[in-house]
């Protein structure tokens, strides 16, 4: 083997033993700073609640009531879910570790005697460890899975290094990676168990500890020996003082030892630092590189080459941040807890005796400027040895001190391991068994308690699993558990069991906001609102869960206003825009385009009905058409079944807000025709949108045949419109059944008042000369005002030119749009564009004119430009279903007979009779 082929060969290995260690820094970074606690699953569930908001305010004279829709409060409630564990981070893991390990046995080849006799215990007590036996290969626990392995791994190591030694280190390790990889291969096809590739995969955490032990113990003195290598090249020839600097910084660096393992042993109340021992580990490999070359410079006769060595030592320290990332994510605590102890233990150990080495030998010349550097392991003598043995002594005595706990934690660590395996392949009685085992152990084991709960519940055992939560509660409380324990509580009706495991733990936890969200909407269960919102105060801060919980209940319970956050998560907009609809408070565009923006990527049914209800619940005038095309695609989308009957409610209230009443009042019969639990409601709100707009006959039937569905929440307007339409029985018995009061101003004693409801409740059945006539002889008042609205909007095809401007003139000093009203007025002619859009803006109408069936004017000129016979009869005929104003029905017979459909014709005449005398008629010479 060539010279340059070897160097080509190390290069690579070395430059991808440094990816590995790049890519194992950020992984194990990432999780140690941002996200210390995956195991830790709590995510939210969000339930709605209805609120009435004012959509329009009815005033008739002194008959008023709000016409109010439900919108949508999106609550959020927190609750813990077992961890979910993926396989693929576990067979990528063991990936990393079988390469990894087959790169340690392929040098292990080239080591010398000594070395390979040492290595290869290490690495059969350490296979062993493995738990190959598992595999059960030739009865249960048998010894064959072990000698496979065993046979796989070593064999090429030992026919390397005897036979093997000029092979190119890329041949040998493929010779090595392809033996080991055989010897997997065939456990996994002669186990008899499920998955053994998962088990495995699991039991590789276990040899990559081994591994990584054995680095963490080589680099037990690296930190203090790298940064004096440092400072004694940086001191050479300029004579510094560097032995005070050395015995500040040692000092400095075992004083934190000290006060970590003080931490991890909990002899210390208050964490001091309230850091990771881990976060040390790239300082210590970062040094350990510079103390480790060195060492190799001075030491030609270690176990192997230098390049060997150097490559190791990048392996080593790669894998050992692989199994930070690994130990974290799998919530195996033991595991990382494990390596704490085993990293401050050999720190300590070796760094205090490495000092001690360090000042009694080189004190006489560490500050002289000269190479000290590169005498600090020559000769590789008895005092270096002493080093490593009194920090091993030192291990020995911290493990004591610590009682003993790695053994706990070590055990602990194999059957979370275990219960990981039988957790992933779908074994839920042993997996539980195994996780309640390693927590009876080792209580800093969250994930293992959690999961004992949380498996028992799914094996249809809730007294024992929440024994092992109060258990956990009362020995060692975790978040995620008094959650799961309050919900569980909370599904069984035990609400104040629920509130007061919350309260305890949010004075355990207290700036906890999953603890204080779900006790805050428990608060309201049990009719303590201002605690709950005071709760909630004093802990949403920037939560955006929180916060739009607050604005939710704030809503609910009559807050006024906008709050001051401007919320940028979809479910606190959509609290927002409701809080605004029940304030009557107008949102910003910059609110709307948000919302519709995250409508457009949602995918929750939930959040979209709800979403576009609170958006279209409001008054536009705009044309509808292409809302209507979207709420009708949305509804017949099979995820939203659930919601089908709300997102056909939203279609209604666009229609209204657009002043198509006809379609709307179409739509809520047939809402409440499909949906008889809710029929009452949807024919109350029919009722209210009819006598807005002075139908008052047809209101009152809606409203009786809404009694008869359920509905109980009478007011004083629904005896009122009873009353108007001469269902007098009706009305009393409501009266008297709910306790409603009466309106006086219905009262025969009410004066102008009666006058004033005796024209309006008969208004679209009346000529419009006749009120006319009475419109002149009614006394000056805000009720004539009210009369001469209702006079032109819906009267106006029937009057004289000047009799509409006399109207107009009367309201010109007392209304709003002036200018329009004043456009109109000067040419009141129904067949121009000009005048239409004038009448209609002063009404503040949208463009089609047959939205309202009841502006007659508007109607009538929208078929005098439909130059079809038919259709104009078909637009005349479905107007008429509403409107029953005598002029309309006249049109309407005249379209009739012009298309030669006399029976109808006659039919419609008959109807009109009643409530036409025959003497009007005449007058009409029809």
Not at 71 to 94: D, G, K, R
Not at 646 to 651: L, P, R
Not at 814 to 835: G, S, V, Y
Request: contains cysteine; aromatic residues 12%; glycine residues 6%.
């Amino acid at each position: 083997m060539s010279l340059k082929n070897s160097n080509q060969g190390y290069q690579i290995s070395s430059l991808l033993a440094l990816l590995l260690l790049i890519a194992g820094g950020l992984f194990a970074l990432y999780y140690l700073v941002l996200d210390p606690m995956p195991y830790e699953v709590i995510e939210s569930a969000t339930f709605l609640d209805r609120i009435a908001v004012p959509f329009d305010w009815v005033q008739i004279g002194p008959l008023a009531y709000p016409i109010n829709i439900d919108n949508f409060l999106i609550f959020q409630e927190f609750h813990s879910l077992p961890m979910a564990i993926n396989p693929m981070e576990s067979y990528f893991f063991f990936g990393l570790v079988f390469l990894i390990a087959s790169s340690f046995l392929t040098m292990l080849s080239g080591f010398n005697k000594m070395a390979i006799v040492a290595g290869g215990i290490g690495w059969i007590v350490l296979v062993t460890l493995c738990n190959f036996n598992g595999l059960n290969i030739g009865g249960a626990s048998a010894n064959l899975p072990l000698i496979i392995v065993l046979v796989g791994s070593l064999v090429p190591v030992i026919f390397l290094h005897i036979w093997g030694q000029n092979l190119s280190f890329i041949l040998k390790w493929l010779i090595t990676t392809m033996s080991f990889g055989l010897a997997i291969f065939i456990l996994v096809k002669l186990s008899p168990i499920t998955q053994p590739i998962l088990f495995i995969s699991e039991y590789s955490t276990v040899m990559a500890l081994g591994l990584c032990i054995a680095w963490i113990f080589w680099n037990g003195h690296s930190f203090v020996s790298g940064i004096y290598i440092l400072l004694a090249r940086t001191n050479k020839d300029l004579g510094m003082k560097i032995s005070y600097q050395m015995g500040i910084i040692s000092i400095g660096y075992l004083a934190t030892l000290f006060l970590l393992f003080m931490e991890m042993t909990g002899d210390l109340v208050t964490p001091f630092f309230g850091f990771s021992p881990l976060y040390l580990l790239i300082p210590v490999g970062a040094l350990g590189w510079v103390s480790f070359n060195s060492k190799i410079n001075q030491i030609p006769k270690l176990a192997a080459d230098g390049k060997t060595l150097k490559i190791l030592h990048l392996l080593g320290f790669g894998l050992t941040l692989w199994l930070c990332w690994k130990l974290i994510i799998s919530g195996n605590q033991p595991g990382e807890e494990l390596v704490k102890h085993l990293f401050l233990y050999s720190q300590i150990g070796f760094t205090l005796f490495f000092i001690v080495y360090l000042f009694s030998n080189f004190l006489s010349i560490m500050d002289s400027g000269k190479a000290i550097d590169e005498i600090l392991y020559k000769p590789y003598s008895l005092p270096y040895y002493h080093l490593r043995i009194g920090g091993l002594m030192a291990i020995l005595v911290l493990t004591i001190y610590a009682e003993g706990i790695i053994s706990v934690q070590l055990n602990a660590l194999t059957n979370n391991i275990m219960g990981d395996y039988y957790y992933q392949s779908g074994q839920q009685l042993e997996a539980s068994i195994l996780y309640e085992n390693s927590w009876a152990k080792y209580r800093k084991n969250n994930k293992a308690k959690h999961l004992t709960a949380q498996l028992l519940f799914e094996l249809n055992q809730p007294t024992l699993a929440k024994q092992h939560l109060e258990e956990s509660f009362a020995e060692y409380p975790q978040v995620d558990n008094i959650i799961l324990l309050s919900n569980r509580l909370h599904r069984e009706d035990k609400l104040f069991e629920s509130i007061f495991y919350l309260e305890k733990g949010l004075d355990m936890f207290p700036s906890n906001p999953y603890l204080a969200n779900n006790l805050a909407l428990f608060y309201v269960k049990i009719n303590q609102e201002e605690k709950a919102v005071q709760t909630l105060e004093e802990h949403a801060q920037n939560h955006p869960t929180l916060l739009s919980n607050l604005s939710a209940l704030r809503t609910k319970l009559g807050f006024k206003g906008e709050m001051n956050e401007n919320p940028a998560d979809l479910i606190g907009q959509i609290n927002q825009l409701a809080l605004n609809n029940a304030s009557a408070n107008l949102s910003s565009n910059a609110l709307k385009s948000a919302i519709k923006s995250g409508l457009e990527k949602e995918q929750s049914p939930m959040l979209l009905h709800a979403g576009w209800r609170n958006l279209l619940s409001d008054r536009d005038r705009s044309d509808p058409s292409q809302e209507l095309t979207f709420l009708d695609s949305l509804s017949k989308q099979p995820e939203m079944a659930d919601y089908l009957m709300d997102i056909q409610e939203t279609a209604v209230i666009r229609s209204l807000g657009a002043g198509r009443i006809s379609e709307a009042v179409k739509n809520l019969n047939g809402l409440a025709f499909r949906n008889p639990g809710s029929a009452g409601y949807y024919l109350n709100l029919s009722s209210q949108v009819l006598a807005q707009n002075l139908d008052f006959k047809k209101a009152a039937r809606e409203l009786i045949v809404a009694e008869e569905k359920g509905f109980k929440a009478f007011q004083p307007h629904h005896i009122a419109i009873l009353l108007l339409s001469g269902y007098n029985g009706n009305a009393e018995e409501i009266k008297t059944e709910y306790q409603v009061i009466s309106p006086e101003f219905l009262s025969e004693s009410a004066g102008i008042s009666k006058q004033y409801f005796d024209l309006i409740k008969n208004l679209h059945e009346s000529f419009p000369q006749r009120l006319f006539s009475e419109w002149k002889s009614f006394p000056d008042s805000e009720l004539k005002l009210d009369l001469s609205v209702r006079l032109l909007s819906y009267k106006a095809h029937g009057l004289e030119v000047n009799q509409i401007q006399e109207v107009g003139t009367y309201l010109a000093g007392h209304i709003e749009n002036r200018e329009e009203l004043a456009k109109f007025l000067a040419d009141p002619n129904w067949q121009k564009e000009e005048t239409l859009t004038s009448f209609t803006h002063w009404l503040g109408l949208g463009e089609e004119l047959t939205a309202n069936p009841y502006f007659t004017p508007l109607v009538l000129a929208a078929a005098e430009r439909i130059n079809d016979p038919l259709t104009q009869y078909e637009l005349l005929n479905d107007i008429s279903q509403f409107n029953h104003d005598p002029l309309l029905w006249i049109r309407k017979i005249q379209a009739a007979r012009r298309i030669n459909l006399d029976n109808y014709a006659d039919d419609a005449l008959a109807k009109l009779r009643e409530w036409v005398s025959d003497s009007e008629l005449e007058k009409l010479n029809f």
